[in-house]
C-alpha cells in the first residue's frame, strides 16, 4: 500500500491560486497512475484532474480545464496540482488518489487503489 499526503488547502479569495501537493511514501507510485478527486458537502465525489504513470496524459475535468494544471515528480514521489482562477465553486475537500489502471478508468473513484486523507479548499467570493 502506498501512503498518500496531501498538502496545500486552505482559504482563498475568488480569483486566487493555490498549489496542492501529494506526497507518496512509497516509490511504487511511480507506477501508478494518479488523480485529484474533490468533494463538496451533500455532493458526489467527482474527478477533478489525473494523470498517467509517465506523464503522457493528463485528463481534467470541464469545470477545472484551462484553471488546473496537474503534474508529477517520480524521482520526489510526489504529484501536485496548480489551481488558478479559483471559484466559489471550487471550495470542497480534495483528495489525491493512486492505483494501476487504464486510461479509461482514469475517472472513476473506484479504480484507485489508495487514497489520502484529503485537503480542504475553501474559495471565498
Known amino acids: 500500500q502506498v501512503q498518500l499526503v496531501e498538502s496545500g488547502g486552505g482559504l482563498v479569495q475568488a480569483g486566487g491560486s493555490l498549489r496542492l501537493s501529494c506526497a507518496a511514501s512509497?516509490?511504487?507510485?511511480?507506477?501508478?497512475?494518479m488523480g485529484w478527486f474533490r468533494q463538496a458537502p451533500g455532493k458526489e465525489r467527482e474527478s477533478v484532474a489525473a494523470i498517467t504513470w509517465n506523464s503522457n496524459y493528463r485528463y481534467y475535468g470541464d469545470s477545472v480545464k484551462g484553471r488546473f494544471t496537474i503534474s508529477r515528480d517520480n524521482v520526489k514521489n510526489t504529484m501536485s496540482m496548480q489551481m488558478n482562477s479559483l471559484k466559489p465553486e471550487d471550495t470542497a475537500v480534495y483528495y489525491c488518489?493512486?492505483?494501476?489502471?487504464?486510461?479509461?478508468?482514469?475517472?472513476?473513484?473506484?479504480?484507485?487503489?489508495?487514497w489520502g486523507q484529503g485537503t480542504q479548499v475553501t474559495v471565498s467570493s
Open positions: 488518489a493512486g492505483g494501476l489502471m487504464t486510461i479509461a478508468a482514469m475517472t472513476s473513484p473506484g479504480s484507485y487503489k489508495d
Open positions: 512509497r516509490r511504487t507510485f511511480s507506477n501508478y497512475a
